[in-house]
């Protein structure tokens, strides 16, 4: 089954994770807030994991977790939260691409093991988690879900006893593939980004809490400030914190108390951040790998109307990714921009499409047109991708029917005709519809007037306007070239 008609990529997961110096501070909310603003990237499951103190006769400090399927703010209420009172709090959302859509599957994973407990929230896949399952399992190794995420939180448990950032290094030199972790301590909160870099990852510090117009705390009694790492820098703005930097592919970063402690564990490897964080999973208030989402947005439509203008009456972009990228374009060729089409807010993870034909049916009902602004009109509609072809068809169908005069279909990314490896859930490849159609067939089967994608090239320049032709480096394409920045087993 697939949701809100099945014709999109599904984003990955998001992290989050608070680190606060004074210990009288409530991490646990801070995380909440910062899993609203990453719940675009995974809508299925939410949990927090939390710093506990130690049980009565024990010294080592112990964690406590919460977590549910459904929305954020489906799984924690006020009194869920009021339990989980603690300085450093890790948070998870999570859309499953490895692993089922299960509440085993839910992240954060805990570890209790005798020299104390540990949480993990993970975003990304690993290419060699079946191995490392394996021979954790040769080990003696028991496992309770299917997720790659519990692979690491048994390997870092089982390196433990050589310490903390031996224990990490070990284990992250033998996964392979992509991930951006925020691991939780009893003392430490820790964050790191695979070696290429491939999904998202940063730092920011924590502000201390806000006084009223009486100069008083609104949390009595406590101060300071200290660090949250998170997927994206939106989730730092949410809770009122500074960003400072990205974590670099390849490093890792340890936080205790003020400190925090960076090291490089991998040799110098290819930089490939997902070039469709860009183009459609990252919110366009955030800013990755110091390139700002919006402006990139917004420059592949310039790039799109410099590549591939045609004569129109009015722009239109398939809300929500499709709207900077159509306010670029219309500023690159002269046309118009417009709301010619409106997206229902509330078709989203409830919304089942149980077959292609109820498909068709599921894009009317999350898009409508405003027929007042595109008839008789040459329409030019903008959109982030192509995945199955199901929205478009029914986008060009209900703006002709509403008597738009020629629908010319531009497109931010080229052709989607791989899978995914690296966290990403991609159809099959028969149901990509650019792997099965060159640009002619797939323009007629959407019954539109014309059709053109952005070159990879400038897909690149979109996301780094000096890119300038030198080096295809420093973004994977995987999905659009069939070139991965990791190998791939069976694929070419
Ligand atoms: S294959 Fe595509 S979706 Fe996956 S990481 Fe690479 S660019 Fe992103």
């Not at 899993?35 to 710093?51: D, M, N, P, W």
Request: proline fraction near 5%.
């Amino acid at each position: 089954m697939a949701r809100d008609g099945g014709d999109k990529l599904k984003e990955a997961c998001g992290v989050f994770g608070v680190y606060c110096t004074d210990p009288r501070r409530n991490a646990a909310s801070l995380v909440y807030y910062g899993l609203f603003s990453l719940q675009h990237r995974g809508q299925e499951s939410a949990g927090i994991a939390v710093q506990a103190p130690p049980p009565e006769g024990k010294n080592e400090h112990t964690i406590e977790c919460r977590k549910g399927m459904g929305l954020v703010g489906e799984v924690f209420n006020g009194e869920v939260l009021s339990q989980l009172k603690s300085p450093a709090a890790v948070g998870h959302v999570r859309y499953s691409t490895s692993g089922t859509s299960s509440i085993e599957n839910a992240q954060p994973f805990v570890s209790h093991f005798k020299l104390g407990s540990i949480a993990v929230v993970h975003n990304g896949t690993l290419t060699n988690a079946d191995v490392v399952r394996e021979l954790l399992e040769d080990a003696g190794v028991g496992f309770t879900s299917s997720s790659d995420s519990e692979v690491i939180i048994n390997l870092i448990a089982k390196n433990y006893k050589k310490g903390l950032e031996k224990a990490l290094t070990d284990t992250i030199k033998f996964i392979k593939g992509s991930y951006a972790l925020v691991v939780l301590t009893g003392d430490a909160m820790v964050g790191a980004r695979d070696p290429n870099g491939i999904r998202p990852l940063c730092l920011g510090r924590l502000n201390g809490p806000a006084p009223d117009e009486n100069g008083a705390s609104h949390e009595s009694g406590v101060s300071g400030g200290g660090w949250i790492l998170a997927s994206e820098s939106c989730a730092i703005d949410a809770v009122g914190g500074t960003f400072i930097r990205d974590i670099e592919p390849g490093e890792v970063v340890i936080i205790k108390r003020d400190d925090v402690l960076s090291f490089t564990f991998s040799e110098k490897t290819r930089r490939a951040v997902c070039a469709f964080e860009y183009v459609y999973f990252a919110r366009p208030d955030s800013t990755i790998d110091s390139v700002d989402v919006y402006g990139a947005r917004v420059r592949a439509g310039e790039i799109l109307g410099r590549e591939s203008a045609v004569a129109a009456d009015l722009v239109v972009g398939v809300p929500d990714s499709g709207i900077p990228a159509a306010i670029g374009y219309g500023r690159a060729t002269g046309a118009p921009f417009g709301l010619g089409i409106v997206k229902s807010k509330y078709v989203g993870r409830t919304f089942i499409a149980p077959d292609q034909g109820l498909r068709e049916r599921a894009v009317s009902v999350k898009h409508n047109v405003i027929g007042s602004e595109v008839r008789n009109k040459r329409v030019v509609l903008i959109d982030d991708s192509i995945v199955r072809g199901t929205t478009s068809r029914r986008l060009v169908a209900i703006l002709k029917d509403a008597g738009a005069r020629e629908v010319h279909i531009r497109i931010c990314s080229p052709p989607v005709r791989f899978p995914c490896y690296f966290g990403i859930d991609t159809p099959h490849r028969k149901d990509l519809i650019s792997n099965m159609n060159g640009v002619n067939e797939l323009c007629a089967s959407l019954g539109a007037d014309s059709l053109a994608f952005i070159s990879v090239e400038g897909l690149l320049e979109s996301i780094d306007p000096d890119w300038g032709g030198k080096d295809k480096a420093g973004y994977c394409l995987g999905c659009f070239t069939g070139e991965y920045p990791i190998p791939v087993s069976g694929e070419r």
